[in-house]
T-cell receptor, first 111, second 115 residues
């Protein structure tokens, strides 16, 4: 089966804590792309990152970082020193014959 | 931000009535997509288009049809709306090579309620 699993339905942290959102995927393809999107309470979907299967280097963008490990089929997302504005639903996605999104992880950051 | 608008933004309709949702882009992107978002399911692809008059089915296409007569417009039609089609509908666009590789940019969404 080809799919994306985000096992954490909801996570709640206190501001300034680090938090990691897990994404595990299954695919038989050797070449593929993975994505993370953010959906804040306002409802729009915001693109965060695109990563291809040949690039296993960790990516860092400010307080955001991504750890891609083909050996464990995981593409995890870490927010360092979380802030209230990080509260959102985060989706991992794996395009196959079409775009498959995980069910999302709702992150709540409390002040 | 990508220039994508959706209309209407909110709609309430009754079971059995036809409904058309419109997605309009100003980016001249080749690919356009319709998704539905339901709790616990993330986003699921309904249909997508890879050019004017060229469309293909997604994961949950039953009960929906689409049309694309111009590059900038992609219409989603529910021929006879059912309560199971109550959802938030998102349009997305991308350029380059298609759904497998492209970053997709999303519109603001349409909340549809079928009573």
């Amino acid at each position: 089966a080809q799919k994306v699993t985000q096992a954490q339905t909801e996570i709640s942290v206190v501001e300034k804590e680090d938090v990691t959102l897990d994404c595990v995927y299954e695919t038989r393809d050797t070449t593929y792309y993975l994505f993370w999107y953010k959906q804040p309470p306002s409802g729009e979907l915001v693109f965060l990152i695109r990563r291809n299967s040949f690039d296993e280097q960790n990516e860092i963008s400010g307080r955001y970082s991504w750890n891609f490990q083909k050996s464990t089929s995981s593409f995890n997302f870490t927010i360092t020193a979380s802030q209230v504005v990080d509260s959102a639903v985060y989706f991992c996605a794996l395009p196959l014959d079409d775009m498959r999104f995980g069910a999302g992880t709702r992150l709540t950051v409390k002040p | 931000d990508a220039g994508i608008t959706q209309s209407p933004r909110h709609k309430v309709t009754e079971t059995g009535t036809p409904v058309t949702l419109r997605c309009h882009q100003t980016e001249n992107h080749r690919y356009m997509y319709w998704y539905r978002q339901d709790p616990g399911h993330g986003l699921r692809l309904i249909h997508y288009s890879y050019g004017v008059k060229d469309t293909d089915k997604g994961e949950v296409s039953d009960g929906y049809s689409v049309s694309r007569s111009k590059t900038e417009d992609f219409l989603l039609t529910l021929e006879s709306a059912t309560s199971s089609q109550t959802s938030v509908y998102f349009c997305a666009i991308s350029d380059h090579r298609g759904p497998i590789t492209d970053t997709q940019y999303f519109g603001p969404g349409t909340r549809l309620t079928v009573l």
